[in-house]
C-alpha cells in the first residue's frame, strides 16, 4: 500500500488502484454519516476533489491522488458509510481507477514512511 499526505490509501489490484482513507484519517473525522462517490467513467486529474464524507465533526473532500478513469465505486458506503469508521483499510474503499501513469505511485509514502508522518 501506499499513502497520501492527505491520509489516503493506494492499493494495486491488477491493473486499477483502490482509494480508500487510512484508519487516523477515520479516527480524526469522527463517526461517518454520508459518503458521496464520484460517478463511473469520470476521468480526474491529482488533485481534483472527487468524494465528499460528512461526519458528526466536520465534512471533507477526498482529492484525486493519480491522473485516470474511476472505473468502479463502492456502492455499500451509501446505504452504510459507517463502514469508514469500522474497516477504512478494507471493506470502506472509495473506488477503483485506471490510472494514467502507474509510476506516480512511487511519489506516494510506503506505510513505514507514513507512520513517521502521523506520529
Known sequence: ?????????????GDLVVVGITEHAATQLGDVV???????????????EIVVIESVKAASDIL??????IVVVNDKLSD?????NEDPTGAAWFFKMKVDDMSALDDYMDEDEYNDYIG
Do not use: C, I, N
Open 34 to 48: 454520508f459518503v458521496e462517490l464520484p460517478e463511473v467513467e469520470t476521468v480526474v486529474a491529482t488533485g481534483d
Open 80 to 84: 452504510s458509510p459507517g463502514l469508514v
Open 1 to 13: 500500500m501506499k499513502f497520501t499526505k492527505e491520509h489516503e490509501w493506494l492499493r494495486v489490484e
Open 64 to 69: 484525486a491522488p493519480l491522473d485516470g478513469e
